[in-house]
């Protein structure tokens, strides 16, 4: 039957059903009531079942139902299909826990109905728990016609439930759409005063709050945390209360695998003092406190709850509902701009999130499992990292299903694309050599060959691709980072009597192998590289600094000589596509001294001479040392 | 004939008139060469007293000239570097003693200045730390051989706790070229080693030993105690400082240095370092190793 009702602006109105259905005429002694209002979202409701000849009172469920739903807006779900759960239907032989009567004997009934426009098939399976054992039973299939509601007798229906089950756990698996079937698990015994009833639920999260919990002489809490998502995972469940001292915890952990059931009788954890993860036990006169439930494993959450507070003075188990809790408002990607080298990859690129219960800001990360760019010249992303491709700017976009909730809604999840600036600045890499530019100098030592002085000469760099000393990194200014910093020496090597052995320049033919005889090769090493330094800096915006600086003793001589430098280079991106860069310099003039940016030389000093007067003035005296600063230059952006 | 004896007479006396002038002119551009580079020296040091003080490629082209003037004329110039140490000025004393460094690197260097040695031991007193070096330097380039009478100035300038550490190090490497069984020389190099002394005087000293290769076993059990330093980079000089040594010296160590092969924490280089030591003295053979020798 149809009816419609108006109600004013702000004001409560109160429709008793029986008056609603009696002119009906109706025979069944059950039904749904649907309520479509003509302004979506202007009102709420709230529906109770009361029976002022035995005492019976409970509030009746209300569910919600978006038209617009969809799977996707329900990500947790897994893939068979759209799955309800009612936690906690209490099965004919009460659980003592409830405190009932010892003769009350429950009718369990599952009420559901098909809420779309066509036939649909509805899984049934029941997950039952006596004192001593579980199961589960073999799923049992019903097909409900459109717009179709079923009263089942779960005796009936499910034949093997064993009889001294107290509790089961009813999962519904459907082929429909979410939101198109629901149903509510009741059992009373055949007073009506006496019993339990349970809504079936799909939702699932990795985070639920406000749950309350009694337990004193009259009231017990029993609760099922049960997994229904998508894979095995770990919950736990925080109870808090409060003592004189402050704010307390009790901690359960639990590993749950698909479809299990973690079932918790508070009084008796309070009563038997069993000590909590922790090893903390709960103080005896706790009588009531909230609770938390977490999934530790999954972001989406597998979790479900479920709660009964016994009440023995009246005989009613009212059933609670906690509030699951997504992530609230805005997602955002906490780096924006994005800045990544190069040829580099930056990790993590994170999401922050509000949680939707206690606007805590949380690790939104995890939802977000697409991940690309505007433009994949530039940059490229994957889950949680960016990777530079080519210098220039682009965008990052992450895309996922984030679960939402409000104080009174169901979660859903929205598809969500947060996105960030990516920048890919130029980068630099600064390498600073000093190097003999001819094949072979005179040394100051010499060295005696069959009885003859013999001055040593030291193999050059020109045309080995050698050096003397080395030093380079890759700086980004605008990222302020640098790395890859090395440091080197090139072999010093010596040659007495013979050499060179072509007459002209040093080559295999004065390698003889044999050291310290005065004769062709006669030594080689390498010096020590612990004072060579860097210094980087980034005093602007747009501006790297490099300073390198150092001394290279030839290990060879026992006279101190160092080839010394302090050498430094700036950059500048303010224009990115035209870099520039010039150099402070400040170095011995002996030998030839380069600075090279990404492999364009901004600064080369060349000795005009090689001879061993003029090495003495240059190290063994450090006159003449060359100092300056070279005009900024246009380089290569890489 | 007479004609011709005449003629040639003539001709004789004109020869040995022209070999006199030519000798007399020999020896005045010989005395010129001596004066001018005394001359030029000392117009260079003179302008540090003016408003202008010279430029150090100035002293180089100076210098230039030490090289390919004779003997003799160096020799004339030697007290013009000497009066230099005496001045007040240290950048002149810095020019006088570079000169003499550039004398010393001639192949009569040590006979041109070791009668003069007492004025370059006098570098070794002056608090500058350059001149000290200096000084020691001089000593070292000095060719054919140091002169042995540097020694006594030498050992002083070693023991001394208030001189250029790196300096020192170069004057007990010096030591043990001109003096390497003076039980003196062994006692101020224990006493020098004795001090605080930073890394790169300690390397001086490791290569400094090394370079003389002396088969003197006290300073092999330096080197040999120096390959267990805690600082790698002490470790990686003195394993190659095992490379200039003499076999007997790598004998003495080989036990050491194949600990230092051995031991899984060391760095790699290092230990090639010390392989490379021992392989040059024949101690690893390896079967592809082709024994040049």
Known sequence: MNSSFSAEAHSPSTIA??????????????????????????????????????????????????????MSKHAWSRKEGWMLWAPMLGLQTPDPALQFPASTKLQPYVFVRNLSAKPTNVQMRLYWRSASSNGATPPQVLTLKAGEMQKLDVVSQFKNLPKEANWATVSMLTNSGPDEVIAVAASYDDTGRYGVQTPFTDQMSAHWEGGAWE??????????????????????????????????DYVLEQKLAQDEQLFIDLGKLIRSQTPDAKGNVFPTSITSGSYTLLDLDDKMGNVFEGK??????????????????GVGVHAYLDQNPIGVGMGLS???????????????????????????????????????????????????LAQGQVPRNSLRTPCHTDLKTPQSGTNVPPQFNVAYSDYIGVDWINGPSYCYYQGNSNDLIYMGDAYRGTYRATESLLIIPDLQTYSGFFKGVGQSRNYGAGSPANGSTLS?????????DCHLWNASGFADTSSMGLVTSFPYAHQGQVEYSGAAQNPLESTYAPITWDMRTVLDTTNPQSPTAYANYNHTCFPSHQIKVNNAVIYLYTPSRYDLTYITYCLYFQYGKITGQTTATTVPPQ | MFFARQVGFRYLAAIVVALA???LHAQVASTEAGVSLQKSFQGFIERFNSAQAPKDDELLRIADGIPGTRSDDVSKAIPSFCAALLRQDDRIKLAGAFMLTIVAQRSDGAALLTPHVDCIGRLLNLPDERLQAAGVGIFAFMKPSPPSSATKSLIEYLTRTDRNPMAQANALSLLLRIAPENSEVTSAVDKFLSQSLSLQVREAVLNGIANTRTENPHFTNILIAALNDRDKEIRFQVAQAFQRMPKEAVLQAQPALQKMIENPRELVDIQNAAREALKRNGLIMQSNDVEKK
Not at chain 1, 508 to 516: F, L, S, T
Request: glycine letters at 10%; one cysteine or more; hydrophobic letters at 35%.
């Open chain 1, 17 to 70: 059903k029986s008056d609603a259905v009696r002119p009906s005429g109706f025979t069944s002694d059950f039904g749904s009531i649907h309520i479509e209002p003509s302004n979506p979202g202007a009102f709420d409701a709230v529906h109770f079942l009361y029976d002022p000849t035995n005492g019976f009172s409970s509030i009746m469920k209300i569910f919600d139902r978006d038209l617009n739903t969809d």
């Open chain 1, 215 to 248: 337990v004193d002489d009259a009231h017990n809490t029993l609760i099922t945390v049960g997994n229904g998502g998508r894979k095995d995972t770990h919950a736990r469940m925080i109870f808090h209360y409060v003592t004189a001292k402050g704010h307390a």
């Open chain 1, 308 to 325: 009964v507070v016994t009440d023995k003075r009246y005989g009613d188990a009212s059933y609670g509902c906690m509030q699951c809790c």
């Open chain 1, 346 to 396: 930056f990790s993590p690129v994170t999401v922050t999130g509000m949680d939707g219960c206690t606007d805590d800001f949380l690790d939104a990360t995890g939802f977000f499992n697409s991940w690309w760019t505007a433009d994949a010249s530039i940059a490229t992303a994957q889950y949680s990292q960016s990777n530079g491709i080519s210098v220039g700017s682009t965008t990052t």
């Open chain 2, 21 to 23: 002038v030519c000798q």
């Open chain 1, 508 to 516: 295999a033919a004065d390698e003889d192998g044999i050291p310290n």
